[in-house]
């Protein structure tokens, strides 16, 4: 079946750092690849996504490359802050199926 | 668009009982699902349903679960008898089949203790 690897954590980093959150996934198929964050007390939001091989996603600074030949999708930021700390979760989700099959999350603590 | 809302957002209750969670997904979303996320975990995927029909129901969903959307707008999780291993975030996503339909908008989650 499905599944998402991702590295384990907490991760912790000072502020201007740069930051690196490896996953691997595997899947039978041609899925699309997510990845969430959950701040404190908030709910999971989606951070970026990349639907295909090549395909970057980018957002508020994050940005990952869907990656076929090595089945990955790392996470990175070239200058972490205060406020990105939280639970990021790598995910994916097949074609023509619903579920979305998560990782289990990488803690990042930012320190100032 | 007020986002997808949950309730309670907490709730404690006492092994045997029975507790019911509902979901209202964000106005005109179609598809709804039901994940369950224990700590230090990533959510699993539980059911979901496109309007009111539940087209997929996860080994995880037992039979003392029980999952509804009568009208194809809120939805309700019912789960009879609860045990310890209930425990849990239940989180709740809705998303719009069609352009975009990957992506799922998820709720706080309701967060369940059975003592």
């Known amino acids: 079946g499905d599944s998402v690897t991702q590295m384990e954590g907490p991760v912790t980093l000072s502020e201007e750092a740069f930051l690196t959150i490896n996953c691997t996934y595997t899947?039978?198929?041609?899925?699309?690849l997510f990845w969430y964050v959950q701040y404190p007390g908030e709910g999971l939001q989606l951070l970026l996504k990349?639907?295909?091989?090549?395909d970057k996603g980018s957002n508020k600074g994050f940005e990952a490359t869907y990656r076929k030949e090595t089945t990955s999708f790392h996470l990175e930021k070239g200058s972490v802050q205060v406020s990105d700390s939280a639970v990021y979760f790598c995910?994916?989700?097949?074609?023509?199926?619903?579920?979305?099959?998560f990782g289990t999350g990488t803690k990042l603590q930012v320190i100032p | 668009d007020t986002g997808v809302s949950q309730n309670p957002r907490h709730k404690i209750t006492k092994r045997g009982q029975n507790v019911t969670f509902r979901c209202d997904p964000i106005?005109?979303?179609?598809?709804l699902y039901w994940y369950r996320q224990t700590l230090g975990q990533g959510p699993e995927f539980l059911t979901y349903?496109?309007?009111?029909?539940?087209?997929?129901k996860s080994r995880l969903l037992s039979d003392r679960f029980s999952a509804e959307r009568p009208k194809g707008s809120f939805s309700t999780l019912e789960i009879q008898r609860t045990e310890q291993g209930d425990s849990a975030m239940y989180l709740c996503?809705?998303?719009?089949?069609?352009?975009?339909?990957?992506?799922?908008?998820f709720g706080p989650g309701t967060r369940l203790l059975v003592l």
């Open positions: 996503a809705s998303s719009l089949a069609g352009e975009g339909r990957e992506t799922q908008y």
């Open positions: 995910a994916l989700s097949e074609r023509g199926y619903q579920k979305v099959t």
């Open positions: 990349a639907t295909k091989a090549d």
């Open positions: 106005s005109e979303h179609n598809r």
């Open positions: 349903f496109q309007n009111e029909a539940q087209l997929e």
């Open positions: 899947a039978t198929g041609y899925p699309s």
